[in-house]
């Protein structure tokens, strides 16, 4: 798979994790513990989450940004060594 196969369609910020659907219907969870400045930001600063073109993740009052790829990331490297 490439970067560009993963656009994310929905984006879900609970006090635990982020959960990316993406267009296909595909999802993936990343723990929020597993982001120091996300770990540390309030709710409200973490639900204040954009989706830049559906690629990439960004918390502007925080400075913070994920790609939507790297929630797919252990999928990618599996798919990758076959």
Known sequence: MKFFDYKAEKVEVSEVEIRVTLV???????????????KEATSSQRKNVEVINGYALYWPELGEDLSVAGFFEKEMISNNHK
């Open 24 to 38: 296909d219907g595909r999802e993936a969870a990343l723990l929020i513990s597993d982001f120091p400045l996300l």
